[in-house]
């Protein structure tokens, strides 16, 4: 992965704004901000973000690409949408900061220990697996996420919570053995590989 | 026209039959106001009585007429007369409606109603029908000063509407500023990419028709007459003079660039590399659609700056004040020249406010952002060359830091100033005074049209040097009767708004043209017939009334008597009101006009206790305010009698002495407001009369009368509330100071 | 009325056994009152909700709604998508705009279905159930089947961010949509007006990796519909519904407040009014028993 | 209006507001026969709606009388109110134009002098306050209004009211026969400024304006000033009809956003420098303004106007579009939420009131307009100088009074090259 983000810098010398327009989901819009900060307003999350996202839009075009990949700010997103509904530009900003996201993900630079980056991360894999999301699994493995100790904590706060579920039929311990999934696995993890070689190919293209 | 014969027309509908005693104001009009015709009606002003009042005028030769019925604002159109003298008695809205419908009221307001059938009948009797006489202008060639995008718009449009155009261009070619740009601003959707300009496209045209006469290398060095008989020598650079004759003329002399080495801060004059936008479009029209190339070494450049408001919106000694207008499109523009030959140019445009109005300008700033340029909010403090690049030190607003940014070229947005000529009202002194970069330029600056005027080579500026119309709902007024500006020389703006103004203008040029064929005044007193004449007798050549006219409308001759030039008077009668020997006056509206109204008010005497107070007020703003007090009902002191006048500024102050002599006890003049955000709309008017009224105290001293008996107001037609109020206050006044000695 | 049939995709939270199934169990025997047959899309996929995104790239998850609707398309043609996870209708729903806005990116997802041997026309709608129940019933066609009106009961119609953002229901503005009060309506009970906590966020995924924050926002969301009268919250998304339910012991304990909301499924509250048992309306699914919603299930 | 006299040398003016009038006006002081063609029943249009004028703080109503008067002494202009355009064929140099008259029911015989007022017991929402305020079923429709003549509201044709109205009468102005009548005219040019209608604010769903009572815009924020406007010329708020002395303004309110307005409406920026004066005018020192705003587009010699506000101490600026306003229900004051860009701060400001600066939005029939033209994206008619048909004021951009008026103008010159042509007056 480092190796990647060095590649990239070297093949965006300068122009971070071009690099996010080439590489991240609907990158191309971040040009079209006129830093009105409606959506930075709007966002439930807003007073969590370091930057919001009007601001990172701004450090983009000023080039402060390590501070806007390793800011933890867009995974604050709940994608609420409201960004969305309000932008007078109508930039899909949801997925501009999905898209970011990723992006620094990709490179290596999103903060490691971001709770909601892990989860993303768990929730992904845990799908892939099976095709579906296997919600005990992914829910202690999320309890877990931070370390053995921590997940014990986190367990116990949750214990009520999950005893709950489980008296009403909303959380059943034996998946973790059995569990939901599809029964063509193997075909939805082919598409999936195909999608992933597609899109790195597609932003080969751009850069070439 | 043949002897006077008066007509007074008495109305009894909307309550003035129940209210008052008609028959008393008809035998007051008979006897005391020697009308020779006196009827009453009940409804004076429906087809009936109308038709009434014009067989009188047809069959019995009543040729000057009295309405004594409701307000002249009120109904106009019904008792609009042709070739006969009309007075309008205010009843309605002056008496009736200001006064309580009360028993113990009635005497009052009946010797309310009828002091004013008085003063109809002897303003009808004192005022002549106008029959403009004077020799009339009938040239309807237009002179268009200055080649330009707008002169040469202004030149085309009225050659198309029939009028044949003198077009005059100080330099070699037709084109102006627009002529040396690349290409242009959008002016019709989709605003999306820069146009060609449409100025070589306008040269053709103005070439190919057969109406337009054009003078390259040429400056008018000498401008006299009127509208319909303007006269200009139009002189070449080789020194031959040509003298030709207009009906109007169009001032399109535009702006030239900020001085930008007054910006030595931004890097001007100390890097070739940093460029006005005038500069950049130089390069590119060098470029020709290639890449443009750095002025210092040739170099391809990658990475440009655009500094907004530079030396511009900013109270700095020697800056700009106010905002050139285009300069953001402008510098859009100019980016895009960057971004359609190379995407990858990087264009960094530094603003504070973008400022892009209407439907194209958002287009045309989202059409900049889809191709890339980025914007950034932020104040530019210093550019300096550093090995070999420019060194831009900004502070970025939005993230709040100081950048220190590395620039190929950069480009100062720094405005424009306008080609105005001489500023005719800066004080001698000041033009040389305070050694300063603003005044610099204006020591050296040469006339447009060395106007041969008593008041002054040029139009007069308005602000920042700009000929502005000073009123929102009229852009072309002008000062100068039959000479409009128009474009960047009127107010900063764009090629798009450049041609729009031009267009109007012309219009205006045109008008100005119609109207002195018939001798018809221009705004505000449209369609007025009447002109000033005065008797040469008595004149003093005091010269007030050349000084004082708003419209620099009078010169003056060898003996220094005054030169009326009827077609540039707006009649707004201030030269009547300046002339200490009352020499000026107009067929309808004279010293005698109105003088003859105030002597002839019913004056009771001093024991009566029934003072009288005289209100002087400006027709088009505190005598409609008085009347939609009365709509509204709010009454005022019976007292008062009204008399409108055309401006403050034609109030003679033998009119305000004749009244204290003759027993008023208390004077009130109402004006229109002066001062920067003046709103007479004879501009001068109401300040020169409020300067005139200064000096009343001294007559009053004179008298030893109270100087508490003579007012004078500011009112806006919306002093619905207030200008009632001030009547009652001078009634109160009076009631404190007890009533004037001077009754007989 | 005749039958009406829909591709259903019941997504993994409706899943048995799993957080929302009670959802599910309300949903089929509502639809049996109106006749609606729901027909699952056989062996569907996760959509990776809007949590995904950082193991999978945009078209890796375009990748998963495009198989659902590629499967449809083959299974029941002709039949619109259904949802009832408000996450599972916007990701489908979503991935068919971008298709049709970017062919290229439509030609990339079918090449990738291709290594399953599926195909995508992408000519389907995709709805949301509330959808279908306004568009194809309309609210007086629901009122008819009412045999137990809700009498007596206040409810704050929580409508959140995904039904309603960017798509909205039946046209209605982001924020002050009308329906779930007008459902409430219909049921017999009374909606709580200008409830201002209507669209706010609960925190959606994030109420698994950022508890604090998340439970900042839904202790509001309950707050105002207490302010605002309300003895239930009534919700058409699984998220919104087991965030505003299940924390409530822990923002009790947080802020010292004394929750007791009941938040369920409008489809719950139709099941009951249609006369649906409480087993019918999935009730046993509730942590915060909906006593009112009980008793007037057991008349 | 019986009889129209009219022939294809004759310009037909729709609309009149300053910029129709203005048309109007300055082709018939040409010499050249116009009608003026108004849909309300008086002329006047949105400015004699307003307070003042920026930047001189001047009154509409004083330019008003002035045309005014030019329209009275003006015998080659016909005046028709209360009708509109329903169709139009032919080309340059000779339309025939069909025209809709609505009955006013009060004919040329009134006085104005108001009796039917007095006796008509129905009131309607009064449209020249926008609602604020009510009126009588027979009205003058406001101080100035030209005809000065009343109006009776449709609404009371066959009920006491009418005939009570038509007794009361004594000129017999009344006349409750009358019919809608259909104009049918022939003109050689038509000048079309039909002006503009403020941005329905209730659409801008995050500023709650159809939710919270002290959510106005900025045009009935001018009606406050008028001294016989539905606050008597005071700021106050309409939840308490307390004085708001902290107002918020919100610029860009439907405009530059693609959800409503994509265009910018040019005047809202100097409108609320402007409204911040009334401010002072009203509370001395004892008030705050709070100005929300994109960017201040105070263009050309108006900036020094900006300026002069910006020392105002009590004349705050916000770089922020406002994400969203709530209520708080204690105080009814609106709370305004968002982000101070400048800097990345975010706020939640309680206000006593909060003013819209609502866009300007073309009262141009887009998509039924009686014959072609271009019309651009925003609404928008781009005159392109060919045809008999040209857009004056705001029907042609977003412009201010005076620009609209300059605009006005220079199509009264287009339309007067079109007759002249038709006069064959050219040489």
């Known amino acids: 992965m480092g190796d990647y983000n060095t590649e990239m810098i070297e093949k965006y010398r300068g122009s971070f704004l071009n690099e996010v327009q080439d590489n991240v989901e609907e990158g191309e819009w971040v040009k079209m901000c006129m830093q009105c900060g409606v959506c930075s307003g709007s966002c439930p999350l807003g007073p969590y973000w370091d930057h919001g996202p009007q601001e990172i839009f701004m450090m983009i075009r000023a080039g402060k690409r390590e501070e806007v990949l390793k800011s933890s700010s867009m995974w604050m997103c709940t994608s609420c949408y409201n960004c969305i509904a309000r932008c007078p530009r109508e930039l899909p900003i949801t997925h501009i900061m999905h898209g970011l996201a990723h992006y620094a993900m990709r490179l290596g630079l999103a903060p490691k220990e971001q709770p909601t980056h892990k989860f993303s991360l768990i929730f992904w894999d845990n799908l892939v ?6 919600e005990l699994k992914l829910g202690l493995s999320l309890y877990f996420m931070n370390g053995f100790v921590e997940g014990i904590k986190t367990s116990f706060k949750m214990q009520k919570i999950g005893l709950g579920m489980l008296l009403t039929k909303r959380l059943n311990p034996f998946e973790v053995i059995k569990g939901h999934g599809c029964k063509d696995t193997k075909g939805l993890q082919a598409i999936l590989a195909k999608a992933q070689e597609l899109e790195a190919a597609r932003v080969g293209k751009m850069q070439g | 026209m043949s002897e006077t014969k008066i007509g007074a027309y008495i109305c009894k509908g909307c309550g003035l039959g129940e209210r008052l005693d008609c028959d008393q104001l008809a035998t007051i009009a008979e006897r005391e106001g020697k009308a020779n015709v006196v009827k009453q009606h009940d409804f004076l002003c429906n087809a009936d009585g109308v038709k009434m009042i014009q067989d009188d005028i047809d069959n019995d030769g009543v040729n000057h007429v009295v309405i004594c019925a409701c307000s002249r604002r009120a109904k106009t159109e019904a008792f609009n007369f042709e070739n006969v003298a009309i007075s309008r008695a205010n009843l309605r809205e002056g008496v009736i409606w200001v006064r309580p419908d009360a028993e113990d009221m009635r005497e009052t307001t009946q010797e309310m109603a009828a002091d004013y059938v008085r003063m109809g009948c002897f303003e009808a009797k004192f005022m002549t029908l106008p029959a403009s006489e004077q020799e009339k202008g009938h040239n309807n060639r237009l002179l268009v000063v200055g080649g330009g995008d707008a ?6 449009e009225a050659a198309k509407a029939g009028y044949p155009v003198t077009l005059v261009e100080k330099t070699g070619q037709l084109g102006g500023s627009l002529g040396k740009m690349w290409k242009d601003v959008p002016s019709h959707a989709p605003y999306a990419d820069p146009v060609e300009p449409d100025v070589k496209e306008l040269a053709a045209q103005i070439e190919a028709h057969d109406k337009i006469t054009v003078h390259l290398n040429a400056t008018i060095t000498k401008t006299s007459g009127s509208p319909g008989q303007f006269s200009a020598d139009i002189t070449t650079e080789s020194g031959g003079t040509t003298t030709e004759n207009f009906g109007a003329i169009v001032q399109a002399s535009g702006a030239k660039s900020y001085d930008m080495s007054k910006l030595p801060e931004l890097g001007a004059g100390k890097s070739p590399d940093v460029v006005d936008q005038m500069g950049l479009e130089q390069l590119a029209m060098e470029a020709n659609g290639g890449a443009i190339k750095r002025p210092s070494d040739g170099k391809e450049i990658s990475n440009i700056v655009f500094v907004q408001c530079a030396g511009q919106r900013s109270t700095k000694e020697g800056h700009l004040p106010y905002c050139s207008g285009h300069c953001c499109l402008t510098s859009i523009k100019q980016a895009m020249y960057f971004k359609d030959q190379n995407p990858s140019i990087e264009t960094n445009l530094i603003y504070t406010d973008l400022r892009t109005p209407g439907a194209g300008g958002e287009d045309f700033y989202r059409s900049g952002q889809e191709k890339g340029i980025i914007f950034t909010k932020g104040i530019v403090s210093e550019v300096s060359s550093s090995g070999g690049g420019l060194q831009v030190k900004y502070k970025d607003l939005i993230l709040d830091e100081d950048v220190n940014q590395a620039a190929d070229l950069v480009v100062l947005a720094t405005g424009m100033v306008p080609n ?13 005074g305070d050694g300063g970069n603003g ?7 040469e006339s447009i049209l060395n106007l041969t005027y008593r008041q002054g080579k040029d139009l007069p500026h308005l602000k920042y040097g700009f000929n502005d119309s000073h009123f929102i709902c009229f852009p072309y007024e002008t000062r100068r009767s039959g000479i409009y500006t128009c474009g960047p020389v009127r107010r900063p703006m764009d090629s798009q708004q450049a041609r729009e ?33 005065f008797r040469k007798e008595g004149c003093t050549q005091c010269k007030r009334c050349t000084v004082e006219c708003p419209f620099g409308a009078i010169d003056e001759d060898e003996e220094r008597y005054p030169v009326f030039n009827e077609s540039r008077c707006r009649r707004c009668g201030t030269c009547m009101g300046a002339c200490p020997v009352r020499v000026i006056s107009f067929e309808n509206y004279s010293v005698d006009t109105v003088g003859q109204q105030l002597k002839n008010v019913d004056m009771p005497d001093e024991f009566d206790e029934k003072p009288r107070i005289l209100v ?27 008399i409108p006048v055309r401006c403050l500024g034609s109030v003679n102050t033998i009119w305000v002495t004749d009244a204290l002599n003759a027993g008023y006890d208390g004077v009130v003049l109402m004006g229109c407001q002066k001062g920067d955000d003046y709103q007479c709309h004879f501009v001068k008017g109401s300040e020169i009369a409020h300067e005139r009224m200064s000096k009343i105290d001294d007559t009053l001293e004179t008298l030893n009368l109270e100087k508490e008996r003579v007012e004078t107001y500011e009112v806006a037609i919306t002093d619905i509330e207030r200008a ?15 009533m004037s000695p001077f009754k007989f | 009325m005749a039958k009406k049939s829909y591709s259903f995709y019941p997504g993994c939270s409706s899943q048995k056994a799993a957080s929302a199934s009670n959802y599910e169990v309300s949903v089929k025997s509502m639809c049996d009152t109106l006749d609606i047959e729901l027909n699952e899309i056989p062996d569907w996929n996760c959509c990776s909700a809007s949590i995904g995104y950082s193991g999978g790239g945009e078209l890796p998850r375009l990748a998963l709604s495009a198989r659902n609707m590629a499967i449809s398309e083959q299974a029941h043609p002709g039949q619109d998508i259904v949802a009832t996870c408000a996450a599972c209708w916007l990701s489908t729903k ?13 030609a990339e997802a079918n090449e990738a279905l291709a290594a399953a041997g599926l195909h995508l026309k992408n000519d389907k709608k995709v709805r949301h159930m509330v959808e279908v129940l306004i568009e194809d019933f309309g609210y007086d066609e629901l009122g008819k089947h009412v045999k137990k009106p809700l009498e007596g009961m206040k409810i704050a119609g929580y409508v959140g961010c995904q039904t309603n953002r960017p798509f909205g229901i039946d046209g209605e503005s982001f924020e002050n949509p009308k329906y779930l009060d007008k459902l409430v309506e219909t049921m017999g009970a009374e909606p709580v007006e200008n409830y201002d906590k209507k669209v706010s966020c609960c925190g959606g995924a994030l109420a698994f990796s950022e508890p604090e924050k998340s439970q900042a926002l839904i202790k509001d969301i309950i707050e105002a519909a207490y302010d605002g009268g309300a003895e239930m919250i009534v919700t058409p998304c699984p998220v919104c519904q087991m965030n505003v339910e299940i924390y409530q012991d822990q923002i009790n304990a947080k802020y010292g407040t004394k929750f007791k909301m009941p938040t369920v499924y409008y489809s719950t509250l139709m099941s009951v009014a249609y006369g649906g048992s409480k087993k019918d309306a999935g009730l046993d699914g509730q942590i915060i028993r909906a006593k009112k919603l009980e008793e007037i299930a057991a008349k | 209006m019986s009889e129209v006299i009219a022939t294809n040398q004759t310009i037909l003016v729709v609309g009149g507001g300053i910029s129709g009038v203005t048309a109007a006006l300055e082709s018939a002081e040409c010499g050249k026969q116009v009608i003026l063609v108004e849909k309300n029943p008086s002329l006047g249009g949105r400015v004699s709606q307003l307070y003042k004028y920026f930047p001189k703080l001047c009154f509409p109503s004083c330019g008003m009388e002035i045309n005014l008067r030019r329209i009275k002494a003006n015998r080659n202009l016909q005046v028709i109110t209360m009708a509109e355009v329903s169709g139009v064929s032919g080309e340059a140099g000779n339309y025939s134009v069909s025209l809709k008259k609505r009955p006013r029911y009060v004919n040329d015989n009134c006085t104005a002098c108001g009796e039917c007022g007095k006796v008509v017991e129905a009131e309607f929402d009064d449209e020249y306050n926008y609602g604020m305020k009510k009126r009588k079923g027979a009205y003058l429709p406001f101080n100035m209004s030209y005809p000065q003549r009343y109006v009776l509201d449709p609404r009371i044709i066959g009920t006491p009211d009418a005939d009570k109205a038509k007794e009361a009468c004594k000129y017999d102005a009344i006349d409750l026969e009358s019919q809608e009548e259909e104009i049918q005219l022939n003109v050689g040019a038509i000048i079309w400024a039909t002006g503009w209608r403020p941005y329905d604010a209730a659409k801008i769903q995050p500023y709650g304006y159809d939710r919270m009572e002290n959510v106005i815009s900025s045009v009935e924020f001018e009606r406050m000033l008028d001294p016989f406007g539905p606050t008597g010329g005071k700021i106050l708020r309409p939840s308490d009809g307390k004085e708001a002395k902290d107002v918020a303004f919100i610029q860009c309110a439907g405009s530059r956003d693609r959800n409503h307005l994509r265009h910018c409406s040019r005047i809202c920026c100097m409108a609320t420098l402007k409204q911040t004066t009334y401010l002072r005018e009203q509370f001395q020192d004892d008030f705050k303004a709070s100005v929300y705003y994109i960017d201040i587009r105070a263009i050309d010699r108006l900036d020094d106007f900006y300026q002069k506000v910006q020392e105002d101490p009590n004349v705050t600026f916000v770089k922020s579009k406002v994400a969203n306003i709530t209520e708080d229900k204690a105080t009814g004051n609106p709370v305004l939420h968002g982000v101070d860009t400048e800097g990345y701060h975010r706020y939640s400001n309680p206000h006593d009131l909060c003013v819209l600066a609502v866009g300007m939005e073309p009262s141009v029939p887009k998509d039924a307009f009686p014959v072609e033209v271009k019309i651009n994206e925003s609404g928008f008619i781009e005159s392109n100088g060919s045809g008999g048909i040209f857009a004056a004021g705001c029907s042609s951009d977003a412009l201010d009074v005076n620009r609209a008026v300059q605009s006005a103008t220079a199509s009264a010159l287009r339309a007067i090259q079109v007759v002249n042509r038709v006069a064959g007056t050219e040489g």
Not at chain 2, 151 to 156: C, I, S, V
Not at chain 2, 502 to 522: D, P
Request: net charge negative; charged share 20%; aromatic share 4%.
């Open chain 2, 420 to 432: 105005s000529g001489v500023d005719i009202e800066a004080a001698p002194t000041e033009a040389e």
């Open chain 2, 151 to 156: 002169g040469m718009t202004a030149a085309l």
């Open chain 2, 439 to 445: 005044a610099s330029q204006e020591v050296t600056v």
């Open chain 2, 501 to 533: 103004d031009a267009t109007g203008a012309a219009l205006k040029a045109i008008q100005a043209i119609e109207n002195a064929k018939l001798g018809r005044a221009a705004h505000p007193r449209s369609g007025d017939l009447s002109y000033p004449s």
């Open chain 2, 724 to 738: 009632p109020r001030l009547i009652n206050d001078m009634a109160a006044a009076i009631e404190k100071m007890g």
């Open chain 3, 94 to 106: 979503e991935a068919q705009e971008r298709f049709n806005q970017d062919s290229s990116l439509m």
């Open chain 2, 616 to 642: 002087l007020a400006c027709e088009n703003d505190a005598y409609p305010a008085l009347d939609m007090a009365a709509m509204q009902g709010n009454h005022y002191s019976q007292w008062a009698r009204v």
């Open chain 1, 129 to 134: 697996k099976k095709g579906r999301v296997n």
